[in-house]
């Protein structure tokens, strides 16, 4: 009897808290400005952030989009922040990475719309890669091919290889879908290399990614990490700032911040914290904050 109470008042608690951020989502005015991304010249690697968890990269000749959402509402939470660029204004899209199968980063209809871009301007659809035990998710949205990986695979796709490599997450869809995988993305053409984190906490597996591939450019998470007991699935502004160090790698882009009231920080809170920690640290001329839809070349 005294479990079920705790439990029940627990859940009361959880309702409650998540009632004050649709609340909030509701009456904050959408902001931002959507642009038209900028092609790259031969051998340049060009990277857009969209908005929250979502990139366009341009690199190796291939045109990839990772964890596309161009969703206005996510069921109940407002977009606060507009996406940088409209799916129309999009090149035709070679790749499709997708690291995990949580809505905010597998967002059905804005994959099916890029499908039917890519096939409007082109007959051939695009490539989605995605964790195992995903396929289901996906297979169904019109794409060319549905590749399935495990942690430290590879697949090749012209001259990019894309490897996936582990974070610490979780990777359900709705309650008690504990089956499928999640982790994140390196990838590598030439010169250039490029590492996606997707959602993770921060663990000591961040050092066996930089010594194993080497990534140049990393996009980390700072966003969505109070209540503290959130930092066991996601990195705070200080995590990140961590995670680069045991990465090595030249430059950090943050992400997953400013677009979707999904905690309970204060929305602009996590680049005023990364900037302290990113300075603290000595690497703040690293740290790269693009505005959503500008495209930064490297």
Do not use: C
Request: charged share 20%; hydrophobic share 40%; glycine share 8%.
């Amino acid at each position: 009897m005294l479990k079920a109470t705790i439990k029940n008042r627990a859940l009361q608690r959880r309702a409650r808290q998540f009632g004050r951020l649709v609340r909030h989502s509701v009456v904050t005015p959408r902001t931002g400005q959507i642009h038209k991304p900028r092609l790259v010249a031969d051998g340049e690697l060009g990277v857009t952030f969209i908005g929250h968890a979502s990139f366009f990269v341009q690199i190796g000749g291939q045109n990839v989009l990772i964890d596309p959402n161009f969703a206005r509402w996510l069921f109940v939470l407002k977009r606060l922040r507009q996406p940088g660029i409209y799916v129309r204004d999009l090149p035709p899209i070679d790749l499709v990475l997708v690291t995990h199968a949580h809505f905010d980063h597998l967002h059905r209809p804005s994959l099916r719309a890029i499908v039917q871009q890519t096939r409007r301007r082109q007959d051939r659809p695009p490539t989605i890669v995605v964790p195992h035990h995903v396929f289901d998710l996906v297979s169904d949205l019109g794409f060319g091919d549905v590749v399935e990986l495990d942690w430290w695979n590879s697949y090749r796709h012209g001259n990019l290889t894309v490897t996936h490599v582990p974070s610490r997450h979780w990777g359900a869809r709705i309650i008690k879908d504990s089956h499928r995988g999640y982790g994140g993305y390196v990838l590598r053409s030439g010169k250039h290399s490029v590492y996606h984190a997707g959602d993770t906490a921060y663990f000591s597996g961040f050092r066996e990614i930089g010594r194993r591939l080497s990534p140049d450019l990393a996009l980390l998470p700072i966003g969505a990490y109070n209540p503290p007991s959130f930092r066991n699935v996601h990195a705070s502004p200080a995590d990140a700032t961590r995670a680069f160090l045991d990465l090595n790698a030249r430059w950090m882009v943050p992400m997953h911040y400013g677009t979707f009231r999904l905690s309970h920080e204060p929305m602009d809170e996590p680049l005023q914290l990364l900037e302290k920690e990113a300075e603290a640290a000595g690497v703040r001329d690293r740290v790269l904050v693009l505005q959503e839809g500008v495209t930064q070349f490297f």
